[in-house]
């Protein structure tokens, strides 16, 4: 216990009774849970008695590992409970799942499994594609699933058309499910749950089984996470939860941070104990972070108090656009790079959108330095930008087969699968390319005479767009081929949910910008084949897990919801504006969804350990065209000055303030 402070300590030697542990960025929350299992066991509480529940497999493993070292106890004997939500729940299930007319046996459905049942209950009842997809049903279960919403209820839940198609499919969809004998992973919860308010012997059978329950990362438990564990910890109370409601970040999904705000409520006589002393960053990063997040009001009264003294205050840099703000940041990463000890691995750039990192892919790749990017696919590898650079590499290649497949019939215009096949047997027949049997498909006889026609149209729409390609602008070939496919209209078709529609939408934004920017650069000279050779590198599509990556000697690149439980000796926070941190959509609803996206930037600030910078563009391209941006209101909290202020943000690189001034004017 030496190496503990008072407050860990306290932590630790508290064990009877509701305890939160209020445990902040850098504070040594895994420590404390794992020192405070081996204490329960030295005292003489029985270790499979103990159960101890997380969000991850990898931090489970994790836990059990360090109590082993701690016990330095031989490997035969008994070890406590250490598992995930779901994992614990597939032991209930099995023990309990009979009483609800499910198999003991029962199968656990996985994605693939479960879009072959949702295309099943959309033909069952009539619904076609084109209205609902599968993997959009799919997101809007499990979205009820997360909130406790049962099959009778979706109907009563739905608001638009499509939900209240995708409610009766739902009933479909679970009757099926349950015919198979079978669950998928959100049932897991939701069974639980069921069973222990439908058959309370049976809840309190299974509560019986523990004598503490230890729960970690208590902030981001859903509505039915929350009940399971009330169901187990009601009886002896011996509960312990530890999390911090400054870096609850997942509501999106379900998460409820009330849960750790009510704690005292839900649990009267509990103690708390704050876990505030940081061993990660330095005192001026720490700093930031304490004046940044007490602009929430709905949170737990606490501070982090820096471990690490002194240190560089944390810089705000301000540049042109997006473009110079890549370039500067690289170059100053180089910079870094140059400094004795300092590795890529050390260094980690922060994005809040998916779309942010593609001008920095760019610059890292110009300047040699290795990268991974994290959080996400690529920029490039995305279906919708896959899509439109099909149309553009079709465009400067007509024999490039791979990109006619995959846009011949995208957005759908009527050439089946069977059509597609018949023109590819014509082809390899004949001896000729796909494009060679398009131009003579009105008399070749290659394909049906109905897909004829449908053909002949995406063949005119390619030689219409190859005029353009060779007589305007790059930003204006890509205006006049998302109107001409109206792949607007087809996003929105194949993403119901708008939330989805936007960012992808904000995906061929960003591409159009990348053209721009391409054209801007290389003036009379850019080409299309010059453009689509800058790109080709992006589409890389690295399947290594996250640690594995991480592994690599490399810069980082991750958006703010990955980096939540990394650090990094020096960090890049970008696109500090309004509209993208805070998002546009938290501005657009509640105080609480703004609460959310500052303590999102929050984790982002508690990453960086000895240097953080934060930047941003005066102007971002929109659809090709500058507009201006106004910088986060988070950079004026976190500098404790006003946002209304003209010299609180630093200018440009080599623009005064007033330079700024007359150019927004």
């Known amino acids: 216990m030496?190496?503990?402070?008072?407050?860990?300590?306290?932590?630790?030697?508290?064990?009877?009774?509701?305890?939160?542990?209020?445990?902040?960025?850098?504070?040594?929350?895994?420590?404390?849970?794992?020192?405070?299992?081996?204490?329960?066991?030295?005292?003489?509480?029985?270790?499979?008695?103990?159960?101890?529940?997380?969000?991850?497999?990898?931090?489970?493993?994790?836990?059990?590992?360090?109590?082993?070292?701690?016990?330095?106890?031989?490997?035969?004997?008994?070890?406590?409970?250490?598992?995930?939500?779901?994992?614990?729940?597939?032991?209930?299930?099995?023990?309990?799942?009979?009483?609800?007319?499910?198999?003991?046996?029962?199968?656990?459905?996985?994605?693939?499994?479960?879009?072959?049942?949702?295309?099943?209950a959309l033909r069952q009842i009539r619904v076609p594609g084109e209205v609902l997809r599968p993997g959009d049903l799919l997101w809007m279960i499990s979205s009820w699933k997360s909130a406790g919403v049962r099959p009778e209820q979706a109907a009563n839940e739905a608001c638009t058309d499509k939900e209240h198609l995708a409610a009766h499919a739902y009933r479909k969809y679970q009757q099926d499910l349950k015919l198979a004998g079978a669950v998928d992973f959100d049932d897991l919860l939701l069974l639980t749950e069921e069973i222990y308010r439908r058959f309370p012997a049976v809840r309190r059978e299974d509560a019986r089984r523990y004598d503490h329950l230890l729960v970690d990362e208590y902030q981001d438990t859903n509505g039915t996470q929350y009940e399971?564990?009330?169901?187990?910890?009601?009886?002896?109370?011996?509960?312990?939860?530890?999390?911090?409601?400054?870096?609850?970040?997942?509501?999106?999904?379900?998460?409820?941070?009330?849960?750790?705000l009510s704690f005292h409520r839900d649990w009267p006589k509990a103690k708390i104990v704050r876990l505030e002393e940081n061993y990660r960053s330095t005192a001026a990063i720490i700093d930031f972070s304490n004046r940044l997040i007490r602009f929430n009001s709905q949170r737990h009264d606490k501070r982090l108090l820096a471990a690490r003294h002194g240190g560089e205050r944390p810089r705000i840099l301000q540049f042109e656009d997006e473009e110079v703000e890549a370039t500067e940041v690289v170059k100053d990463l180089q910079r870094e790079l140059t400094r004795p000890g300092v590795e890529p691995r050390d260094v980690a750039i922060l994005f809040r959108t998916n779309e942010q990192p593609r001008a920095f892919e760019m610059e890292l790749r110009r300047a040699d330095i290795p990268y991974v990017l994290l959080g996400g696919m690529s920029f490039y590898d995305r279906k919708e930008v896959r899509d439109i650079l099909a149309y553009l590499k079709l465009l400067a290649n007509r024999d490039d087969e791979v990109s006619l497949l995959r846009v011949v019939n995208t957005p759908p215009r009527g050439v089946g699968k069977s059509t597609v096949s018949a023109l590819m047997d014509y082809a390899v027949a004949q001896g000729e390319t796909l494009w060679k049997t398009l131009t003579a498909i009105e008399t070749n006889g290659a394909v049906p005479g109905g897909a004829v026609k449908a053909l002949v149209q995406f063949r005119e729409l390619i030689e219409r767009l190859d005029e353009t390609a060779n007589s305007e602008p790059l930003p204006k070939l890509a205006e006049e081929l998302l109107a001409s496919i109206h792949y607007r209209d087809e996003l929105k078709r194949l993403y119901p949910q708008e939330q989805d529609e936007v960012a992808r939408w904000a995906s061929i934004e960003e591409l159009v910008n990348a053209m721009a920017n391409y054209q801007r650069r290389k003036k009379k000279k850019a080409t299309l084949q010059g453009f689509l050779a800058d790109m080709v590198l992006a589409a890389q599509d690295d399947a290594d897990d996250k640690e594995s990556q991480l592994a690599r000697n490399a810069v980082a690149l991750m958006t703010l919801h990955a980096a939540k439980g990394l650090e990094f000796p020096i960090c890049y926070m970008v696109g500090m504006e309004e509209g993208i941190l805070p998002h546009k959509r938290s501005l657009e609803s509640n105080d609480a969804a703004v609460d959310e996206e500052r303590r999102l930037c929050y984790v982002g600030v508690t990453r960086a350990q000895d240097r953080l910078t934060l930047s941003m563009a005066l102007t971002r391209m929109k659809w090709g065209k500058k507009r201006e941006t106004q910088p986060s209101r988070f950079l004026f909290e976190m500098t404790g000055k006003s946002q209304h202020a003209a010299d609180d943000v630093p200018p440009p690189k080599g623009k005064s303030r007033s330079g700024r001034r007359k150019q927004r004017s």
């Open 2 to 120: 030496d190496g503990l402070n008072p407050s860990q300590r306290e932590a630790v030697h508290t064990l009877s009774g509701p305890l939160l542990v209020l445990a902040g960025a850098g504070t040594g929350k895994t420590r404390v849970v794992t020192y405070r299992i081996a204490e329960l066991i030295r005292t003489g509480t029985p270790a499979e008695r103990i159960l101890a529940v997380t969000f991850t497999n990898k931090a489970a493993a994790e836990m059990q590992e360090r109590a082993a070292v701690l016990l330095k106890r031989p490997k035969s004997a008994p070890r406590p409970e250490i598992s995930t939500f779901h994992s614990l729940c597939v032991r209930i299930l099995r023990r309990h799942i009979t009483r609800l007319g499910y198999p003991e046996k029962f199968a656990i459905y996985d994605r693939g499994d479960q879009e072959g049942l949702a295309r099943s």
């Open 228 to 260: 399971i564990v009330k169901a187990l910890a009601m009886g002896h109370r011996n509960l312990c939860v530890v999390g911090d409601d400054d870096q609850a970040i997942y509501g999106w999904r379900g998460a409820e941070v009330t849960h750790i």
